[in-house]
């Protein structure tokens, strides 16, 4: 059971650059989310999902768009890198009240 | 901002100590959950304990929660270097927010020396 599965695992981009963050979950789960992980800041929400369809805003989404491709998957793309986004992401999906996360992807845009 | 703040930033035992960290949030929750991250990798659910709840426990792990002071405990018994880990809690709204969202303070920093 692979649960939360996110490539790549690491990223170098130079501003200006775009790319897109995929995620993918085999739990069958409804809820997906979005959040990045700075130094001293914790996580914080960039975007959710609550079902195939539809997307919704949290926290931190300036400079971020996703997509609800079906139940399984959810990206995240970054159209103009910039080197504020340079952080962790990490991608959930939600059974219950609880969030299955997956090792994340380390982000640099030079 | 419902974000916790998890205190001590840091802490450092020895192995078989046990270890406590605390939460403090602001506005009123429907839970609370503690998660684990080892270095490198993605958060994992340890515990929930919901608001109408004041302790809870499992294995080595109890959770207290104090809504009248908005504030919750970690207590991690007999520590083990394999401990050793960031351990965040996140709240819940209590209304409002039906979809899951979770504010995840920055975390505490355990380590547990051999």
């Known amino acids: 059971n692979a649960g939360v599965t996110q490539t790549p695992k690491f990223q170098v981009l130079k501003t200006g650059q775009s790319m897109t963050l995929q995620c993918a979950q085999d739990?069958?789960?409804?809820?997906m989310y979005w959040y990045r992980q700075d130094p001293g800041m914790g996580l914080r929400l960039i975007y959710y999902?609550?079902?195939?369809?539809?997307?919704d805003k949290g926290e931190v989404p300036n400079g971020y768009n996703v997509s609800r491709l079906n139940k399984r998957e959810f990206s995240l793309r970054l159209e103009s890198a910039a080197p504020s986004q340079t952080s962790v992401y990490f991608c959930?999906?939600?059974?219950?009240?609880?969030?299955?996360f997956g090792n994340g992807t380390r982000l640099t845009v030079t | 901002s419902q974000q916790g703040e998890e205190d001590p930033q840091a802490l450092s035992i020895q192995e078989g100590e046990n270890a406590t960290m605390n939460c403090s949030y602001k506005?009123?929750?429907?839970?609370l959950q503690w998660y684990r991250q080892n270095s490198g990798r993605g958060l994992v659910h340890l515990i929930l304990?919901?608001?109408?709840?004041r302790e809870k426990h499992s294995g080595r792990l109890r959770v207290t929660l104090d809504t009248s002071k908005k504030s919750s405990s970690l207590l991690i018994t007999a520590s083990r270097a394999a401990d050793t880990a960031s351990y965040f809690c996140?709240?819940?709204?209590?209304?409002?927010?039906?979809?899951?969202?979770?504010?995840f303070g920055r975390g505490t920093q355990l380590t547990v020396w051999p």
């Open positions: 959930a999906s939600r059974s219950g009240l609880t969030l299955h």
């Open positions: 739990m069958n789960h409804n809820s």
């Open positions: 999902s609550a079902s195939e369809g539809t997307t």
């Open positions: 506005t009123s929750i429907n839970n």
């Open positions: 304990i919901r608001s109408n709840e």
């Open positions: 996140a709240t819940a709204a209590d209304r409002g927010s039906t979809l899951g969202r979770l504010y």
